[in-house]
């Protein structure tokens, strides 16, 4: 039987800037799934989608296939005090530093929500989640469905590569990181919502990230994805809102796998950077609120312990084991600053780019990370600074791999005798 659509047809249509048909979307998300269409034609597909765009009613269809690869998770008969558990997730659009999934997560378990988070690895310039946890020695995210369920009952959290859930998102994701179509609106919306969408949450927030370390660079653009995101959530029956946050300067002072686990577990133990805890403390509130849970202040589970014992109790049942200590490059390196004065802005794209020339992240599909690779920052914009003060630690086990990192990071920070402007952390808020 001659097959209904063809992958070079289907590529040639949205090349020359034409609108791909429900059963074309469903054909080729499909074939990708099951390895009918190529690496090599999804590659080109996913190019001429960056370079023309897709309509809301392709993005629609382009999730709703990527959502039907795969499972969709239901956990709603779980229930806690004989009263259906409040399932609430939230995903970012990807940043430099955003490691605010790991004290978050608990701080939500501690206030009584569950969580059953599909997170990823890493993108582009952007860390993973997943990839910085696994830096925890045994910690696994491959977690079957009956696993992720019984989590959620005994601890009220899961996080899990999304395995079963949208596979299509799973490969196009991987393909994305390594062909450069991440920085795409129609890509990054259908990505995050597919795998929100099959996990089972009743309520999600998006933490949608604007500014030169983000995707999307530019405030129109990131409402515009805040926007497709939260529509795309409501008519799916998922209360969705999201935040606007800024992604100018990197989140917090480290940069990488562990050292971000190491910087969140300051977090929870009631330090850390004050941007980090306030992102923390914004989403949890965000995530309560939509989930209907109004209990504690999400500041006191960080001040009491009490988002420390989950975090302790969700690594405890992913196999991880916190008394080992996170592994850290076996070299570093120091940038020292010229002169006194005021630290000035700090390029977050610069950071995010360093850290990933460092073995943070993956230049070719599968390939290992490096879960001591990373970068401290020791300077925040309009600091004081003395000449010779270190201003930056780079880690690697690839010594080699120092002159990339420090030729990217070179021109992404200053020294001078003025104040930087400084952004406000979160600039909106969006609501259907
Ligand atoms: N997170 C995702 O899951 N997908 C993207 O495309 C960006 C961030």
């Not at 997560?105 to 890493?122: F, L, S, T």
């Not at 609120?289 to 202040?297: L, P, S, Y």
């Not at 312990?305 to 850290?328: H, I, K, N, T, Y």
């Amino acid at each position: 039987m001659t097959p209904a659509f063809d992958a070079p047809t289907v590529i040639r249509t949205k090349r020359d800037g034409g609108v791909l048909s429900d059963d074309a979307i469903d054909w080729v998300i499909d074939g990708y799934t099951h390895g009918r269409v190529h690496d090599a034609q999804m590659s080109a597909l996913l190019m001429a989608i960056f370079l023309r765009g897709m309509t809301g009613a392709e993005i629609s269809r382009w999730t709703s296939a990527m959502i039907a690869s795969g499972a969709r998770f239901d956990f709603g008969d779980l229930r806690r005090d004989g009263k259906p558990l409040r399932l609430v997730d939230k995903h970012s659009t990807g940043g430099v530093g955003d490691k605010i999934t790991i004290p978050l997560v608990p701080v939500v378990m501690a206030c009584g929500g569950a969580v059953p988070q599909a997170a990823g690895r890493g993108l582009g310039h952007t860390g993973g989640t997943l990839d910085k946890l696994e830096s925890i020695a045994g910690f696994t995210a491959e977690l079957s469905g009956d696993r992720i369920r019984g989590q959620l009952q005994d601890i009220g959290a899961a996080i899990f590569a999304a395995g079963d859930l949208a596979p299509a998102d799973r490969k196009i994701y991987a393909l994305r990181d390594v062909t450069g179509t991440t920085e795409s609106l129609p890509l990054i919306a259908s990505s995050v919502m597919s795998k929100k969408l099959a996990e089972g949450a009743d309520a999600l927030v998006l933490d949608t990230k604007v500014g030169r370390g983000a995707f999307l660079k530019t405030l129109p653009e990131s409402y515009e994805l805040a926007r497709t995101m939260v529509a795309l959530g409501e008519a799916h029956g998922v209360a969705t809102r999201a935040l606007l946050t800024d992604m100018n300067v990197p989140l917090g002072l480290a940069i990488g796998n562990a050292v971000e686990v190491a910087e969140s577990i300051d977090v929870l133990a009631g330090g850390g950077p004050e941007d980090v805890v306030e992102l923390t403390l914004a989403l949890a509130r965000e995530m309560l609120d939509a989930a209907g849970i109004d209990g504690r202040d999400p500041a006191d589970t960080l001040a009491d312990g009490s988002a420390m014992d989950c975090f302790r109790a969700l690594v405890a049942a992913q196999g991880g084991d916190l008394s080992q200590p996170l592994p850290e490059g076996a070299h570093s390196e120091t940038v020292v600053a010229p002169r006194g004065g005021t630290m000035g802005d700090i390029d977050a794209m610069a950071v995010g780019l360093a850290v990933w020339r460092l073995g943070a992240g993956r230049s070719a599909p599968g390939a290992q990370v490096q879960f001591g690779a990373g970068l401290r920052m020791h300077r925040r914009p309009g600091d004081p600074v003395a000449a010779g003060d270190t201003l930056f630690t780079l880690y690697t086990d690839t010594p080699e791999r120092f002159g990339p990192a420090l030729a990217e990071l070179d021109g992404g920070w200053s020294v001078g005798d003025d104040a930087p402007e400084i952004h406000p952390l979160i600039i909106d808020r969006i609501e259907s």
